[in-house]
């Protein structure tokens, strides 16, 4: 309907840009070096939020591949995050697999699942999807109650998984060494996000998101290529949701309500909904403005939430990576002379 | 036997909010093409609001009258203030604009309110079951308000000056404009109507489910399957997918799945019509022009 419009004012530079200058090379590195150095500078509390920023960083990246990327609005990723967390939990405490297999088996299970959930609601408009996926948020907590599951997911208890030791007699700690490893993980994906958007099937992407009848005269299989889209975004938030479970040492049923669904929505808009280093910011959000709002009161954090993604969609509706990339270009090009 | 026809008469009563819902949802859909994921935590807004009435000693139905008119005056301003901006936007921000409400509106009957679950009062007499015990008082007197309120809609739409203009809004905009209809008057009256319908739903559906901020979560799941199970473009497909969902509910939930999974059964009803026959029982293809 407005597909045209989502365009121009979701993303207009992500095509433009192909090359990686030196600069950003630069600041990627200082980046990393300050994020590997967090690991021996922050208590074990801050290291621990740090490390649930660089998951949802994940779970927000899954979730802009499909919204943000390819244009269909999902409002349940929790529920692969969800999925994710419960597959290497269990793995782990039935069948004793060491956590970083647990990681390959969760992926393809998410991936799976998120095939099967597109199947049916990806030929039909954005909206049939952003229902059926509200649905499956909203869902997600009773099925992992069930009685028929509950040998494996320890039913309203959930399960209660082991920190993991450090590896090679490393001298950090299981904290520090958590973050390190989430991190090294949360690299892989945003490389291979990279990857992935930057050539043929990211443009591909782009193009059934902007203008569907034109990517389809140019010969892409809209429904394949959007619910393999989709299946891949869910195993992003997929794994995102294992190193979740990991770091909390804890899945439960009502950890995963359609709230957290909503969160990642929300950390998506704030972020830059097509935008890759927007899921970072976005999981700064999530994990601190909450922290911040509740000083103020129980109800807070929703309301502060959900005030603040209005704001954005007003003013900002491509987000901080829209305002940083507004903010880059103003201060290249000092004198207007039309660009 | 008897459980059955129980099951089947519970199913109607909880139906017919679903249906309330339902409509209220295809109101919306059908002028702006927006399913507005918020209508829940408005109607659970609404329904404290009642709450907070009675409580002070208003007579109930004249607090029901009273929170009508206010959620009605909210949704007017809740359309003109957040959604007016809205309405060339893409997708995205109207979706995100819904959920930025539903997180405002479940924070703010929070704050308000209080997380205590509350016991809503019924103005009919449970005492003694009726109908030879298939249903209760408030059962019964629940469907009774519910087919009031669908059929004062279908008669304001169908016989007043009005509600010819509002159908018009909604089927031709730029043709009403030309006529004379103020469509963005139209469309916030819309919002009021559907708000009201909402809150009278949650009134209805309190002393059964009990009232905490989340009370309508799962209620507005079985709604949107009801009205995707009648057609989303087609409000007495609607209200009679309403129904349905919520006797399927009701008797699936006692028979075949149990009721740890009834919210499940929400989404399998919508995978399943979505797949099978996307239009709905009633509604009209959707066509996109290629």
Redesign the interface.
Known sequence: ???N??MT??MPHAIAKPAVTPLALVGLAAGLAVAVGAAFWFSDYHLFQLTMVVVYAIAILGLSIV?GFN?Q?S?GHGAFYAIGAYVTAILMDKYDVPYFYTLPASAVVCAGVGFL?GL??LR?????L???T???A??IP??L???ALEDFTGGVQGIVILKPDPPFGLPINGDQWLYLFTLGVGCIMFLLAWNLLRGRIGRAMRAIRDRA?AAEAMGIDIAMLKTRTFAVSAMFTGIAGSLGAIAVQFVAPDSFT?FLS?EF??GM?VGG?ASIGGAVFGAFFIQFVPNLADQI???????V???I??IF??LA?AGMAGLTRMAIRRLRRPKPTGA | MDGFIHQIFSGIATGGIYASVALALVMIYQST???N?AQGEMATFSTFIAYTLIQAGVPYWVALVATFAISFAMGVAIERI?LR??A??????S???F??????Y???S??IFG?TIKTFPTPFDTGHPMLGGFVSGHELGATAVTLVVLLSVYAFFRFTRLGLAMRAAAYNPVSSRLVGVRVGWMLALGWGLAAGIGAIAGCMVAPIVFLDPNMM??IL?YS??GA?LGGITNPLGAVLGGFAVGVIENIGGAYIV?T?????M??VI??AV??VK?SGLLGKT?Q?R?
């Open positions: 309907m407005n597909s419009s989502t004012t979701v919204t244009g609005i409002l959930i049916p609601a039909l408009g954005g909206l049939y952003a229902l059926t509200f649905a499956l909203v869902a009773q099925l109650k069930h009685k009848v359609v909503i929505f929300v808009v909904a009161s129980k109800a807070a954090p929703g309301a939430r959900g005030i993604l209005i969609l007003y509706p | 093409h927006h399913v994921f957040f901006p809205m060339n936007a893409p997708e995205l921000s979706v995100g604009v959920i930025g409400l539903l997180l405002i479940t924070s703010i929070g704050w997380y979560a799962g799941l949107f399957a995707l149990g740890e999974l009834k919210l499940t929400a989404l919508i995978v979505l797949t996307p959707v996109s290629v």
